[in-house]
């Protein structure tokens, strides 16, 4: 039983899909803030202060305690929210499917199976559920492959942006035109999750230059914003752009085009099942 002009099948009466799980205003609010946060956390070696005499420059170690907490707050509005024991049920079997294809691939080459299903499910569940399925698998994956380490809770808020922008992508656009939008979306997150992870081990695979040492590309406090980003821009190329990000990206292109179609087709059938009313 449905009501007068509701959404059932995974599409709106003109064809368009929709999200089986949209994003409340309050939860929206707490998703820009933790990610806000998220991004400063990220961008800390742009904000480090030292003095000009310092020796050792300690990293602020209090973001990586802080990034669990912000991660958290969002998994318990959403888990409130929404995600009603059916979508929690299709939660938790996406994230073991993830975390398994994560072990077998192992980030080889880059080749990461973990992405294209993130994408395609927050794709179909909405940004809010693509952004717990994000932080979920990865945090499944790093127990199955004892991958967990201080790069853990930052791989999981950019696994959990990557889910949370497949969910923002325009709703109207269906068909093979659908597919074409999540490869470029796939190929952009894949270059941009290298980036992001790239600039929070920054200052840990090079070290920090202090000034009257010489550091090639490291970070260099108090040196122009400019100069930095160019270092790191150089790194970024030399270390992951052409290699890891690349494998990364010609992997969800491949997974998307081959079985983009068939998951979507199923996840929504799924959603048709499990959803009786929706306003």
Same mark, same amino acid.
């Given at each position: ?114 992405? /294209? ?26 127990l199955l492959t004892a991958g967990v380490g201080p790069w853990l809770p930052f791989q999981m808020l950019a696994s959990a942006w990557v889910g949370m922008g497949a969910g923002l992508l325009p709703r109207r656009v269906t068909g093979r035109r659908e597919i074409a939008l999540l490869v470029v979306y796939g190929i952009v997150a894949a270059y941009a999750f290298g ?8 200052? /840990? ?75």
């Amino acid at each position: 039983m449905t009501t007068a002009g509701a959404r059932v099948g995974g599409a709106t009466a003109g064809g368009a899909p929709w999200a089986a799980v949209p994003l409340r205003l309050r939860s929206a609010a707490v998703l820009t803030l933790a990610s806000l946060a998220g991004l400063l956390m990220f961008l800390w070696p742009l904000l480090v202060r030292v003095r000009m005499d310092a020796e050792v420059v300690q990293p602020p170690f209090v973001f990586v305690l802080l990034l669990p907490v912000v991660i958290l707050v969002c998994l318990a509005e959403f888990t409130e929210g929404g995600m009603d024991s059916k979508v929690l049920a299709m939660l938790g079997v996406l994230t073991a499917i993830n975390a398994v294809m994560r072990g077998l691939s192992a980030g080889m080459a880059g080749i990461e199976l973990v992405f /294209f299903l993130l994408i395609l499910g927050g794709r179909v569940f909405g940004a809010g559920f693509g952004f717990v399925l994000g932080c979920t698998s990865l945090f499944a994956s790093a127990l199955l492959t004892a991958g967990v380490g201080p790069w853990l809770p930052f791989q999981m808020l950019a696994s959990a942006w990557v889910g949370m922008g497949a969910g923002l992508l325009p709703r109207r656009v269906t068909g093979r035109r659908e597919i074409a939008l999540l490869v470029v979306y796939g190929i952009v997150a894949a270059y941009a999750f290298g980036l992001v992870m790239n600039m929070s081990s920054w200052p /840990f695979a090079l070290g920090i230059e202090v000034p009257g040492h010489s550091g090639g590309l490291s970070f260099v406090p108090g040196a122009p914003l400019l100069e930095n980003l160019h270092r790191f821009g150089v790194y970024t190329l030399l270390t992951s752009t052409g290699s890891w990000d690349t494998g990364r990206a010609i992997t969800n292109t491949i997974a998307l085009v081959l079985l983009g179609p068939a998951v979507l087709t199923t996840l929504r059938r799924a959603v048709r099942r499990a959803t009786v009313v929706r306003p």
